[in-house]
């Protein structure tokens, strides 16, 4: 296949446009906001906490009393659930990809597999439309689904940018990925906004909020069209025999010894893990620190963080391009240093902040490193590879450290509030991640591709 063939990275980037409505809508906007008002009405319902008319009223949650929900007759804390259940998706995406990716680069079906996850994680968002805090079990599958659709598909989806683009074009192609993605999922969020905030009344924001999840759903599956039709499929002509799974399974565990004998990417991806894992630990966790945290005025919390996260996109293509451009000069692990410094103060400022305009300024500097850090990490990764057909497995261990990284971030981000009470301190505490990061990137080899000695 011609690599760099226009009308294909075309393609390709649409699926950043595609999917990145789930990460913004589900996973940091609307969602997060939603299920913090269920959980709440669900509590104060449970508690008794009514107003004159005999309605719940959610304004009797005291600050800093924790909202409880049961799952599955044990009850915790609402945003250590939410944390939990994300730990739970990803180890179940740690489980799957590699196995998975080694059918794929075996078969030649990264593509089929794409549009499996793609489909799983677009539906899973529609059926969050039925959620019931009541029924909080089967909300949290939906919420659990859509997550391991979402993450998986991305291991097929990355697996694509070393087989259509020169290696000197990877930082450039994948800035331009998220930042397409940012400015899609910003457009989409604009349009859910408009739709709640049409109306003053409670009841019908939330349902609002529901047509939002459907909407997702259908802007994940209408776009990704666009991607099927341009990426090729089988690239390099696998003919698969039968027992290909066992088979796949095989070719993984060959790309594995491969793997192994490389220092650069060991080491490199070692630093990904800490770094990457304080990355996705905000991204997932900082509404839910936001709507329990910073002082809003009356009525105005869910716009605000909307608003925030609004600013956090803008900012975050802006980041995306700023750094590959940065890249170009410095070289990307210089870059990367660079971010990982930022985010180090950004945890550290995050315990402090009390006002909405505290928050905006945090959310200005999250913006300007977060699309930066994702893109230049992304092509980084897929700069140091070795000459490969099996990228789909490469990947795959690009994935599994990011997830196993989340799983530990996000758990020991619900353990930090479980042990301390209070969630300002697993915020500060996740700068750790990325003070090793950092630490890992000075020990990253400066030369391309330098192997182990043999002994």
Known sequence: MEKGNKKIIRGWVMYDWANSV????????????????QTKQSYASAKGYLDASGKVDISQIKDGEAVMVKFFGVELSSSVLFSFILSASFLVVSFLSPLLSGVADYTGSKKKFLRFFCYL????????????????????????????????????YNA????????????????RGFTMGYLG??????????????????????????????LVGLWWIGFSQITYRALPNNVYNKKPESGYIWKGFR??????KEFKKTKRLKRYLLAFFFFNTGVQTVMLMATIFANKEIAWPEGSGSSGLIIAILLIQILGALGAFIMS????????????????????????????IKTPVEFYILASSVGLVMGGVQAIARSTYSKFLPETTDHASYFSFFDVTEKIGIVLGTLFFGLMEFWTGSIRYSVASVAFFFVFGLIFLMFVPKHERELEKQH
Not at 160 to 175: K, T
Not at 191 to 213: D, H, N, P, W
Not at 336 to 346: A, D
């Open 22 to 37: 789930y990460n913004l809508v589900i996973s940091s906007a609307i969602f997060p906001i939603f299920y913090d008002i």
């Open 121 to 156: 994680g677009a539906l899973s968002c529609m059926t969050l439309y039925l959620f019931d805090a009541n029924r909080i079990e089967l909300g949290m599958l939906s919420v659990f689904l859509a997550s391991i659709g979402y993450w998986n598909s991305l291991v097929f």
């Open 160 to 175: 694509f940018l070393p087989e259509i683009s020169e290696p000197e074009d990877h930082d450039r192609i994948s800035a």
């Open 185 to 214: 999922a910003m457009l989409l969020l604009v349009v859910c906004l408009a739709m709640i905030m049409s109306t003053s009344v409670g009841a019908e924001k939330m349902q609002y909020m529901r047509y939002a999840f459907i």
């Open 251 to 256: 070719e993984l565990k060959l790309v594995f």
């Open 325 to 352: 451009r940065v890249s170009s000069k410095i070289g990307n692990i210089r870059t990367l240093f660079i971010s990982v410094s930022i985010w180090i103060v950004i945890c550290l400022g995050a315990f402090f």
